[in-house]
T-cell receptor
Framework: GIQVEQSPPDLILQEGANSTLRCNFS?????LQWFHQNPWGQLINLFY???GTKQNGRLSATTVATERYSLLYISSSQTTDSGVYFCAALKYGNKLVFGAGTILRVKS | DGGITQSPKYLFRKEGQNVTLSCEQN?????MYWYRQDPGQGLRLIYYSQIVNDFQKGDIAEGYSVSREKKESFPLTVTSAQKNPTAFYLCASSWLGGNQPQHFGDGTRLSIL
């Protein structure tokens, strides 16, 4: 099945800094999603982005399907951005495969 | 508001006991899913269902059972055969088709007494 790898595993930022999170996947995909899991465990949909670029406020994401990677950009980070960011990919069927996540800590 | 409701938020299981986690959605989605998350790890698929009265095993179905009697409901039973049930359980739903985004409930934390 498809493999999903995320980097870096951990990231510490000062408030106001920018960051880039990476997701590599081993095969072509029909579905790629980015999620933010907050300290209470809630999994929040950030982007559905099997290809192309999308932006939502301070967050943006780019997926280059031909090169099998996706990037999540966080600009002007805030303490509320802290948590775990997951990338998940699906080639066919319904089995969304999750990466291990990137733990982000934003310090004030 | 439309969404996915999981209950309870916290659940404790005694040895040898079966427990059932509830998942209800009012998004009119066809497909529903159950995932398990262990500390410091990503989510793994337990079961999924694309239509009422039909469901398929995911990657870690042993020790779990599900039913799909109504489109909006997909309860998960953690049986006594699941030897390590302590985890965070998340339910999701989506429209049919692999190219549809999945939306998640707030989860249930299950612990062993």
């Amino acid at each position: 099945g498809i493999q999903v790898e995320q980097s870096p595993p951990d990231l510490i930022l000062q408030e106001g800094a920018n960051s880039t999170l990476r997701c590599n996947f081993s095969d072509s995909v029909n579905n790629l999603q980015w999620f933010h899991q907050n300290p209470w465990g809630q999994l929040i949909n950030l982007f559905y982005i099997p290809s192309g670029t999308k932006q939502n406020g301070r967050l943006s994401a780019t997926t280059v399907a031909t090169e099998r990677y996706s990037l999540l950009y966080i600009s002007s980070s805030q303490t509320t951005d802290s948590g775990v960011y997951f990338c998940a990919a699906l080639k066919y069927g319904n089995k969304l495969v999750f990466g291990a996540g990137t733990i982000l800590r934003v310090k004030s | 508001d439309g969404g996915i409701t999981q209950s309870p938020k916290y659940l404790f299981r005694k040895e040898g006991q079966n427990v059932t986690l509830s998942c209800e959605q009012n998004l009119n989605h066809d497909a529903m899913y159950w995932y398990r998350q262990d500390p410091g790890q990503g989510l793994r698929l337990i079961y999924y269902s694309q239509i009422v009265n039909d469901f398929q095993k995911g990657d870690i179905a042993e020790g779990y059972s599900v039913s799909r009697e109504k489109k909006e409901s997909f309860p998960l039973t953690v049986t006594s055969a699941q030897k390590n049930p302590t985890a965070f359980y998340l339910c999701a739903s989506s429209w049919l088709g692999g190219n549809q985004p999945q939306h998640f409930g707030d989860g249930t934390r299950l612990s062993i007494l």
